[in-house]
């Protein structure tokens, strides 16, 4: 949806619209911006935690599948690792607000 979205504001009629605000000196022109700004962020924001969620969700599906608590347990320490590792990269890839 927030690339739906992404697009409907890239096209000529929205581009339009901005720039007949900024002729104007609307007072809307500053938000669209934002709203274009907040959405793009939204995007990348959401491209990459479906990256990392890529890497986990095989480790789940087998988890969810298997029938055998012996061999649920046997899943645990590698989804925990692959859990560690997901998180220790997506906090070297993420700046943090100050």
Same mark, same amino acid.
């Not at 709203?35 to 990459?48: L, Q």
């Not at 998180?87 to 943090?96: E, F, G, I």
């Given at each position: 949806?927030? $690339? *739906?979205?992404?697009? =409907?504001?890239?096209?000529? @009629?929205?581009? +339009? !619209?901005?720039?007949?605000?900024? %002729?104007? $000196? *609307?007072?809307?022109? =500053?938000?669209?911006?934002? @709203?274009?700004? +907040? !959405?793009?962020?939204?995007?990348? %924001?959401?491209? *990459?935690?479906?990256?990392?969620?890529?890497?986990?969700?095989?480790?789940?599906?087998?988890?969810?599948?298997?029938?055998?608590?012996?061999?649920?347990?046997?899943?645990?320490?590698?989804?925990?690792?692959?859990?560690?590792?997901?998180?220790?990269?997506?906090?070297?890839?993420?700046?943090?607000?100050?």
């Amino acid at each position: 949806m927030l $690339q *739906s979205i992404g697009h =409907q504001l890239e096209t000529p @009629i929205a581009k +339009d !619209i901005i720039m007949n605000l900024e %002729e104007a $000196q *609307s007072q809307y022109a =500053q938000p669209f911006h934002r @709203i274009r700004e +907040d !959405i793009t962020g939204a995007i990348d %924001e959401t491209t *990459s935690i479906l990256q990392f969620w890529e890497v986990m969700s095989p480790w789940f599906r087998r988890f969810h599948d298997c029938d055998d608590p012996k061999q649920q347990l046997k899943l645990i320490p590698p989804i925990i690792h692959t859990l560690m590792l997901v998180w220790q990269y997506s906090r070297c890839s993420v700046v943090l607000p100050s």
